[in-house]
């Protein structure tokens, strides 16, 4: 009995043993990932994860055994200077500088992805106090006062990061402190991120004294502090605030911002962002915008949208990525709102645009900003846009049409095409009024000229489309489509 009872507490035993060792597995299974030059992650395969020393070396890092054949599928040194992100539950995501590509790790389970998000955060935290000391900012210090002044900022509850309790506030913004702003930025947790936003934007001197620090060493060409800076400034940006948002892009700080952002030391060459905006971004005013918040919003647009599509395509995580989405939109629908409001302006267009004294070049670029006109205005709610068309319409915008349809320029041709899709998609009654209204059908022989015109099929495809939306219109109203084609 007695050995019968020993034989079944060890197979107990190790059942328990089997589940933890189980559990642990399914805790450490990953996928690694690799972003494509298409932009699309490519599956590397599936493995278990540890943190451990790599081979060879006395430095920590990630290692991804495959689970068939124990094959490496990766290995990743963990410094301070990679930019780890966690996203959503179970998604650890970096760049690896070694192999000039994002990777990424999403795990079987959320508290695996913890586990190790924990330790990557650790090892970090331990590498950058090591390297604290080590760092020279401006003018050399000695290795002690380097010293008592982490050991000074570690022992002040002011600059106490969540790790060891809540910070009150962040150190003067001077260049001996940029290391420890760059550590905080970096290491905010969730709960911390929107407090060290709101430090940052509650200080009126934080981005005016950050624009000093860049431009003197820009001027005294720092290398080493321009690369930290542009870490810097690519944190904050991705703090994700829209408080932060609306200093950055404003006109005071959005170049000094963008010139930051030039020195990036993964990149072999400075970027020239700067020159590129100044001498080959020209804002051409199609006709005169006096109201200055709208020019305003117009340049902070475009600013947002450069530094999103060219500057930090790659870096920028999903939510900060939503976030200038967002800003964009609502600048966009704050644009079309107030100059649909302003009557004047309307009628100052369209009087222009039926202009006989007017060059063919202008008139191009009148066609292309109404285009561009109706177009943004999906950003407005669904009333609002049908109030402006409506307005349009009133104010002859179909007659306008009419005769770019009969210009030589094939560009303004497919604009205005585009223009009476947007009205037909969101109104064909308004169309189909003014063709029934019209003496000579001439906007409709012009739509039915186009099908037959040595034009692209794509062209030909948007003629279709009109003349499809508007039949479709007519045998919903119950009208005769002959009637429009026939003579009375």
């Known amino acids: 009995m007695a050995e019968q009872e020993g034989r079944d507490a060890e197979a107990g035993g190790d059942a328990a043993a089997a589940a933890v060792a189980s559990h642990?597995?399914?805790?450490?299974?990953?996928?690694?990932?690799?972003?494509?030059?298409?932009?699309?992650?490519?599956?590397?395969?599936?493995?278990?994860?540890s943190i451990d020393y790599i081979e060879g070396s006395k430095e920590l890092g990630l290692t991804v055994l495959d689970e068939d054949d124990n094959d490496t599928l990766l290995m990743h040194n963990i410094t301070s200077d990679d930019i780890y992100r966690k996203q959503e539950e179970t998604i650890i995501s970096w760049r690896d500088r070694e192999a000039a590509t994002d990777l990424a790790l999403s795990?079987?389970?959320?508290?695996?992805?913890?586990?190790?998000?924990?330790?990557?955060?650790?090892?970090?935290?331990?590498l950058q106090f090591s390297n604290l000391g080590a760092l020279e900012v401006g003018p050399r210090q000695s290795s002690e006062s380097l010293e008592a002044s982490r050991i000074m900022h570690s022992n002040d509850d002011s600059f106490r990061s969540a790790n060891g309790g809540e910070f009150r506030e962040l150190p003067p913004v001077e260049l001996s402190n940029l290391p420890f702003i760059l550590k905080t930025v970096l290491e905010a947790g969730i709960t911390d991120q929107m407090h060290v936003a709101e430090l940052i934007t509650q200080d009126n001197d934080f981005f005016p004294?950050?624009?000093?620090?860049?431009?003197?060493?820009?001027?005294?060409?720092?290398?080493?502090?321009?690369?930290?800076?542009?870490?810097?400034?690519?944190?904050?940006?991705?703090?994700?605030?829209?408080?932060?948002?609306?200093k950055i892009f404003s006109d005071e700080f959005i170049l000094d911002i963008i010139g930051a952002l030039e020195y990036d030391p993964e990149v072999p060459r400075v970027q020239n962002h700067r020159a590129f905006l100044k001498d080959h971004v020209v804002f051409k005013e199609a006709i005169r915008i006096e109201n200055v918040s709208v020019v305003s919003k117009i340049h902070q647009t475009y600013r947002i949208g450069y530094l999103k599509d060219v500057i930090l395509p790659r870096i920028l995580d999903d939510a900060t990525l939503a976030s200038l989405n967002t800003m964009i939109h609502s600048n966009n629908a704050s644009v079309i709102s107030l100059l649909k409001d302003d009557t004047l302006f309307i009628r100052r267009l369209f009087a222009r645009m039926r202009?006989?004294?007017?060059?063919?070049?202008?008139?191009?670029?009148?066609?292309?900003?109404?285009?561009?006109?109706?177009?943004?205005?999906k950003s407005l709610p669904l009333v609002?846009?049908?109030?402006?068309?409506?307005?349009?319409?009133?104010?002859?915008v179909f007659e306008i049409i009419s005769d770019v349809l009969q210009?030589?320029?094939?560009?303004?041709?497919?604009?205005?095409?585009?223009?009476?899709i947007l009205f037909l998609n969101q109104d064909p009654n308004l169309l189909r009024s003014y063709i029934v209204q019209q003496e000579g059908n001439s906007l409709l022989g012009l739509l039915v000229k186009g099908m037959v015109t040595d034009f692209s099929e794509e062209m030909h495809c948007q003629f279709l489309e009109i003349l499809r939306i508007l039949m479709d219109s007519f045998t919903t109203s119950g009208a005769h489509v002959s009637y429009i084609f026939l003579p009375n």
């Open 24 to 49: 642990t597995s399914s805790m450490q299974r990953v996928k690694v990932y690799r972003l494509a030059d298409g932009g699309k992650w490519d599956d590397q395969g599936t493995g278990y994860v």
């Open 107 to 126: 795990f079987q389970e959320a508290a695996g992805c913890s586990y190790i998000w924990e330790h990557i955060c650790d090892i970090q935290r331990n």
């Open 209 to 246: 004294k950050i624009v000093d620090i860049f431009r003197m060493c820009e001027d005294l060409e720092n290398i080493d502090d321009l690369h930290m800076i542009f870490k810097l400034v690519k944190g904050i940006i991705l703090l994700n605030s829209p408080s932060i948002f609306d």
């Open 355 to 377: 202009s006989s004294d007017i060059s063919m070049e202008s008139k191009r670029e009148l066609v292309l900003f109404l285009h561009e006109f109706c177009t943004l205005s």
């Open 384 to 396: 609002q846009q049908l109030r402006l068309f409506r307005d349009l319409s009133g104010e002859g």
């Open 407 to 420: 210009s030589q320029d094939r560009k303004i041709i497919s604009a205005g095409t585009d223009i009476l």
